[in-house]
C-alpha cells in the first residue's frame, strides 16, 4: 500500500496528531492479549446452542433426555422455561408492530429463521456440549417460508409475527422541499424501476464470546465478553431477566472486532446468564463462524423502487424520489432505527434541494439484521452515487465534472441539508482532484482505450461518501416520538495514583480502533507527560464511572465524544493539581504550568513540585493543606462530554441528526474479463477528510480496514438465500471474505477540513466501507458503458457477465 502527502495540518501540540506507534500492539502481537475465550476461569461451564434447521416451522416437542444421558451434560433451556423465566426485549417500535415478540429462545412456539437457537444445553466441556445438544430432538411443522420482501409485503403471505397481524414492521414518509415542482420543471428526469443493495456483513477476527458468572451471595450477574455498546446491552438484559441493572456488570477485555455487530451482543447473552444462575456456576458461549454468518447480524437489503432523478440541462442535480422496501429478517434487533438513520447523510456529498422518500420495514424468515458499518447510510449514499453515475452517463456529462458541478463547495460550510442536517466541513473536490492523482485519471483513460477489442474491458469509478459521527440519539423519536432519547454524552475518567501516576478510563469500548494510544496522547498534552506516562484501562467496565448511558463505540464518535470526556476529566484533574502546588508554592493556579512531570511556577525554574510530591501531599499528608484546598481535591477527575445537539422536529422530521461529517472519496480502475465476468481491480486510491488527525497512522489504518470491508462487499461477500429460506454461505467456504491476496495496492492521500464543533477540530471515520461500493459499482458500469444498467451493489462475475448482454438497460430511462 502506499500513500501521498497530507494537506496543512492545524494542532501545534506535541503528541496530538503525531504517528505514535500504538500502545497495545505490542501485547496483542505477542499473543498476551485477553479475549473472551481467554479468560480462565474455575468449574466454567461451556453452552452450546441447539438450532432449527428450518426457516419458518411451529415446533411440535422437544426431547431433551438423550442429552441428559451424554457424559459431562450439566443442564437445558427450552423455550418454554425462557417464556417463564422472561420478559421480552425491548423494542423501539411503535404498535402494531410493538407486539413482536422476542426472546433468547424461540418463543410463540414458532422458529422464523433457519439457526434460530431453540434449546441451550450446557456440559462440562465445548465438546460434551456440542454432543448434548446434538442428542436433543426438536419435532417441527414446517410452514411456507418468506424470503424476500416482496413476498413479505404479498396481500396472502404467512405471517410471521401472528401477534402483528402482517409482515411490515414500519412505514415511514419523507419529504424535504417540494419534489414535485422538481420533477414539473427539470428539464431531464433519470428514472429507474429498481435497485438493489445486497445483504452482507461484518466478519470479525473473533466471533462473539459471552462468560457469565452469576454470584448468588450478592445476586449479581458478572458478564465478561466484547460488548459495543455495554450500557444498552444492561438494560435490554434487566428487562428481559427481570432482575435489577445495577446487578448486572459488563465487562469486555481486549476485543477482536466488532464493526457494529456486537451491539446484539443481549439476545445469546441472556441465555447464558439463565444458564449461569440455573447451574449456580460460571458459563461460557463460544459462537462458530456459522453461528455468527446465521444471526450474528445481517446488514440492511435494500430494495428501491421507482426512483426518479430531476437534472438541470447543465447537470445540475435538483430532486430525488424513491420508494424502498428494507428486509431486515426475523426479528427487530435495533431496527426500525435504520429507517431514520439513513436522513443523517439525506444529501449524500450533494446540494439536493429536494427529497422524497417512502420507506417500509418488513420482516421476513432470514437472520436479523444488525447495525453493520455504514448502518443504512450506505445504502442510502450507494443509490444516490449510482443515480449520479446513471445521470452523467445518460445525459452525456462526464462523472467527474458532473460531481464536481453537484458537490457540496467548500465555502457553503457549514451546510444545512434538505432535512436540518448540518454538514459540519469538508472540501470534496479536493479530496476527488487528489484521488484522480492518484490513480493517474488520464493514464486510465488511455488504458481504457488500448483495450478495446482484446476481450478485456476497463472501467474507471468513483465512490463518494460520508461517515457521519456522534449520533443525535434524538432522531429515534421520528419513528417513535414516546423514546426517551435525546442527544449524546460519554464519559471519561483520569485520575492521579498515591505515586503521581496518571490513569485514564475511557466511556468507549476499545475493539481495534487504538483508542489506548490515543487517550494516552491527549492526556499527556493536557498533563505535560509522554503517552507512555498514562495508563489507560483496556476494554470496558460498566461498574467504573467513566460511562454513561449512551458509551461505547459506534457511530464513528470516539474521536469526538471519548476524547472530549477525557479532555474534560483531564482538566479537572490539571486544575487541582495547579491549586495543590499552587497552595504549596505560594502562586496562584493560573501561575502553574504542568510540563515533564511537574508543577511549575511560570517564568521561576527554582519554585516546582514533581507530580509524585503532588500526590504525596493530596493523599498521605492533607493535614498540610489549608481545609479548604484538602476538602476540595481528589485528584480525581470524572467528566462527560456532551453533543450540543436539540431535539428534532418530530412533525417535520427534521433537525441536526448527528455532529460530524468526515469524507471519503474512492477511485478505482478495474478490469472486466468479457468471458468469463471476473473482475480485477488494477488501480485504487482512499482520500479521507476526518477534520484533524489525532494519530495519522490509526487513520490511516482505518481508512485502509473499510477499504478491505468495502471491497470485499462489492466483488464477494453475499448473503444469499434459498426459496426454502437455507442460508447459501454459512461458512467461509462459501462467504468469501477478502483477504490480503484479494486486495490491490491501496494509494492513501488526505485532506484536513477541522470541525468547528468538536473539541479537536477531529470527526469520527472508519465507516468508509460504502465508498468502494459506489467505487466499483461505478467502475463496472464505466466499463460496459449503456449496453447494461449496473443496478445491484455485489459485482457478482454472474451479474457482470449478465449486464455485458444488456441485463437492465431496459429498466434505466431519460424523460
Same mark, same amino acid.
Given at each position: ?16 496528531? &503525531?504517528?505514535? /506507534? ?15 475465550? #481467554? ?47 422472561? #420478559? ?9 408492530? #410493538?407486539? *413482536? ?104 477476527? *473473533? ?21 459495543? $455498546? ?5 438494560? $435490554? ?13 459488563? &465487562? ?12 446484539? $451482543? ?27 454468518? &446465521? ?69 421476513? /424468515? ?12 450506505? &445504502? ?45 466541513? !469538508? ?51 421520528? $419513528? ?44 499527556? #498534552? ?94 498521605? %499528608? ?152 459506489? %467505487? ?8 460496459? !458503458? ?11 462475475? *454472474? ?17
Amino acid at each position: 500500500m502506499t500513500t501521498s502527502t497530507t494537506t496543512a495540518a492545524t494542532t501545534t501540540a506535541t503528541w496530538s496528531g &503525531q504517528s505514535v /506507534n500504538r500502545t497495545e500492539d505490542d501485547r496483542l502481537l505477542r499473543a498476551q492479549g485477553e479475549f473472551g475465550d #481467554d479468560t480462565p476461569i474455575s468449574r466454567l461451564a461451556h453452552l452450546f446452542f441447539v438450532r432449527s434447521p428450518y426457516a419458518h416451522a411451529r415446533i411440535v416437542s422437544i426431547d431433551v433426555s438423550g442429552a441428559e444421558t451424554v457424559d459431562g451434560f450439566l443442564g437445558a433451556l427450552t423455550p418454554d422455561e425462557v417464556d417463564e423465566l422472561t #420478559d421480552k426485549f425491548g423494542e423501539l417500535q411503535v404498535a402494531p408492530a #410493538d407486539a *413482536e415478540v422476542d426472546r433468547c429462545l424461540a418463543s410463540g412456539g414458532k422458529v422464523r429463521f433457519v439457526g434460530e437457537p431453540v434449546v441451550a444445553v450446557a456440559a462440562v466441556s465445548r465438546e460434551a456440549a456440542r454432543d448434548a445438544a446434538a442428542a436433543v430432538v426438536v419435532e417441527y411443522d414446517e410452514l411456507v417460508p418468506l424470503t424476500s420482501a416482496d413476498q413479505a409485503v404479498a396481500a396472502d403471505a404467512p405471517v410471521i409475527h401472528e401477534g402483528i397481524g402482517h409482515n411490515v414492521l414500519h412505514h415511514g414518509a419523507w419529504d424535504f422541499g417540494d419534489v414535485d415542482f422538481a420533477f414539473q420543471h427539470a428539464q431531464n428526469l433519470i428514472e429507474v424501476d429498481e435497485l438493489v443493495c445486497h445483504r452482507f456483513s461484518a466478519t470479525p477476527l *473473533e466471533c462473539s464470546v459471552v462468560t457469565v458468572d452469576y454470584d448468588a451471595g450478592t445476586d449479581v450477574f458478572d458478564i465478561i465478553g466484547g460488548c459495543a $455498546m455495554p450500557q444498552f446491552t444492561m438494560l $435490554m438484559m434487566a428487562g428481559a431477566l427481570r432482575h435489577p441493572s445495577s446487578r448486572i456488570r459488563i &465487562q469486555s477485555r481486549d476485543f477482536g472486532g466488532s464493526f457494529g455487530v456486537k451491539i446484539g $451482543m443481549y439476545v445469546p447473552a441472556t441465555a447464558v446468564a439463565l444458564m449461569a444462575r440455573k447451574l449456580r456456576r460460571a458459563v461460557r458461549w463460544t459462537e462458530t463462524r456459522s453461528e455468527h454468518h &446465521q444471526m450474528g447480524g445481517h446488514s440492511n437489503e435494500r430494495t428501491f423502487r421507482n426512483v426518479r432523478l430531476a437534472v438541470e440541462d447543465d447537470g445540475t442535480v435538483l430532486g430525488l424520489s424513491y420508494e424502498c422496501l428494507d428486509d431486515i429478517g426475523a426479528y427487530s434487533r435495533y431496527e426500525p432505527l435504520g429507517s431514520v438513520i439513513w436522513a443523517q447523510v439525506a444529501n449524500a456529498c450533494y446540494q439536493l434541494k429536494h427529497l422524497r422518500v417512502d420507506f417500509t420495514s418488513v420482516y421476513t /424468515n432470514k437472520g436479523p439484521t444488525h447495525p453493520v458499518r455504514g448502518y443504512s447510510r450506505l &445504502q442510502h449514499m450507494w443509490l444516490v452515487e449510482r443515480m449520479m453515475d446513471l445521470a452523467a452517463h445518460h445525459l452525456g456529462f462526464d462523472p467527474v465534472t458532473f460531481r464536481l458541478h453537484n458537490y457540496i463547495q467548500p465555502d457553503q460550510y457549514p451546510y444545512t441539508t434538505v432535512n436540518g442536517c448540518v454538514y459540519d466541513s !469538508g472540501d470534496l473536490p479536493a479530496s476527488l482532484r487528489q484521488a484522480l492523482e492518484l490513480i493517474d485519471y488520464d493514464d486510465a483513460r488511455r488504458l481504457q482505450a488500448a483495450a478495446v477489442g482484446t476481450g478485456k474491458r476497463i472501467g474507471i469509478g468513483i465512490g463518494s461518501t460520508l461517515d457521519s459521527g456522534t449520533n443525535n440519539f434524538g432522531q429515534a423519536r421520528l $419513528m417513535n416520538p414516546y423514546l426517551p432519547f435525546g442527544g449524546n454524552t460519554e464519559g471519561g475518567l483520569v485520575r492521579m495514583g498515591v505515586d503521581g501516576t496518571v490513569f485514564a478510563t475511557t466511556g468507549g469500548v476499545a475493539f481495534g480502533q487504538g483508542h489506548e494510544t490515543t487517550t494516552a496522547q491527549v492526556v499527556a #498534552d493536557a498533563l505535560g507527560l509522554r503517552p507512555e506516562d498514562i495508563h489507560v484501562h483496556r476494554g470496558g467496565d460498566s461498574a467504573l464511572s467513566a460511562q454513561t448511558g449512551f458509551s461505547g463505540s459506534y457511530a464513528s464518535q470516539f474521536a469526538v465524544t471519548g476524547i472530549g470526556a477525557i479532555l474534560n476529566a483531564t482538566a479537572k484533574l490539571s486544575a487541582e493539581i495547579r491549586l495543590v502546588a499552587g497552595t504549596v508554592l505560594g502562586a496562584s493556579p493560573d501561575e502553574i504550568v504542568l510540563e515533564g512531570g511537574f508543577a511549575k511556577v511560570d517564568g521561576d525554574p527554582e519554585r516546582m513540585l514533581p507530580f509524585g510530591d503532588v500526590a504525596g501531599i493530596v493523599h498521605f %499528608a492533607p493535614g498540610s493543606l489549608p481545609a479548604e484546598v484538602a476538602d476540595e481535591v481528589g485528584l480525581v477527575g470524572r467528566a462527560v462530554y456532551r453533543a450540543p445537539f436539540e431535539l428534532p422536529d418530530v412533525e417535520h422530521k427534521t433537525g441536526n441528526l448527528t455532529l460530524t461529517y468526515a469524507t471519503q472519496i474512492h477511485a478505482c480502475v478495474l478490469e472486466i474479463d468479457e468471458e468469463t465476468g471476473l473482475v480485477e481491480v488494477l488501480r485504487y486510491a482512499a482520500v479521507d477528510d476526518c477534520g484533524v488527525p489525532i494519530n495519522p497512522m490509526i487513520v490511516q489504518g482505518q481508512v485502509f480496514g473499510a477499504t478491505a470491508h468495502g471491497l470485499s462487499a462489492a466483488l464477494f461477500e453475499h448473503f444469499g438465500y434459498n426459496a426454502d429460506g437455507q442460508l447459501l454461505a454459512a461458512n467461509f467456504y462459501d462467504y468469501h471474505a477478502a483477504t490480503a491476496l484479494d486486495m490491490p495496492t491501496i494509494a492513501y492521500g488526505n485532506v484536513v477540513s477541522p470541525s468547528p464543533f468538536t473539541p479537536t477540530g477531529a470527526k469520527g471515520m472508519g465507516e468508509g466501507g460504502g465508498a468502494p461500493l459506489h %467505487a466499483v459499482s461505478a467502475a463496472v458500469q464505466d466499463a460496459i !458503458g449503456r449496453t447494461g444498467a449496473i443496478l445491484n451493489s455485489h459485482a457478482s462475475p *454472474e451479474a457482470v457477465l449478465d449486464a455485458l448482454a444488456g441485463a437492465g438497460a431496459d429498466k434505466v430511462r431519460v424523460l
